[in-house]
């Protein structure tokens, strides 16, 4: 069965704290793995990640993939208070036609 | 730019009620899905369309319908609705070309009491 495991399930830190937050994945046919920030309402794209140590980056948010561990990372530096939010990993399996496989998400609160 | 719109965004029901949820997107994708999300659950596919005309079961298709007769639309429906189908659903569309993210509507909260 595939699975998608995302830890930590919460994290509460202050302001300024790096975080980083994990994904790990048991999929067959991995197309690629995809971050979405999740706040009040629909989640946002972030990030997709098809090679293997490569790192993406956005500003204070970067992400890297590990195909042959079979995880991510998502790493928020310098965080703020508007980086609190719900942190939803996906895998897309390149057999299933666009279908993603969520991770339960990390949930993240930034205190000031 | 709409993007993915959801109507409605709340809707409280009683057990054994119908309702039909509409998703609308204006970007010409091809793919469109429905999602629901409970808590401490992610989220998770009900059924999903890879073009007008066509729709597919995902993971949790039991007591939901679908229906995809224009390409811009994806309607969800519930013919009898139960309260383990008290959740939020999201719609999301992507494109078929090439590899590219979903984009997701805001949600519909839906009750049954």
């Known amino acids: 069965e595939d699975k998608v495991v995302q830890s930590p399930l919460s994290l509460v830190v202050h302001e300024g704290d790096t975080v980083t937050l994990n994904c790990s994945y048991e999929v067959t046919n991995f197309r690629s793995l995809l971050w979405y920030k999740q706040e009040k309402k629909a989640p946002t794209f972030l990030f997709m990640l098809?090679?293997?140590?490569i790192e993406k980056k956005s500003g204070r948010l970067s992400s890297i993939l590990d195909k042959k561990e079979l995880f991510s990372i998502l790493n928020i530096t310098a965080t703020q208070t508007g980086d609190s939010a719900i942190y939803l990993c996906a895998v897309d399996r390149g057999s299933t036609l666009g279908r993603l496989y969520f991770g339960r998400g990390t949930q993240l609160t930034v205190w000031p | 730019n709409a993007g993915v719109t959801q109507t409605p965004k709340f809707r409280v029901l009683k057990t054994g009620q119908s309702m039909t949820l509409l998703c609308a997107q204006d970007m010409n994708h091809e793919y469109m899905y429905w999602y629901r999300q409970d808590p401490g659950m992610g989220l998770r596919l009900i059924h999903y369309s890879v073009g007008e005309g066509t729709t597919a079961k995902g993971e949790v298709p039991d007591g939901y319908n679908v229906s995809r007769l224009k390409k811009q639309n994806f309607l969800l429906g519930l013919e009898s609705a139960a309260p383990s189908q008290t959740s939020v659903y999201f719609c999301a569309s992507s494109y078929l070309q090439g590899h590219q993210p979903q984009h997701f509507g805001d949600g519909t909260r839906l009750s049954i009491l």
């Open positions: 098809t090679s293997s140590g």
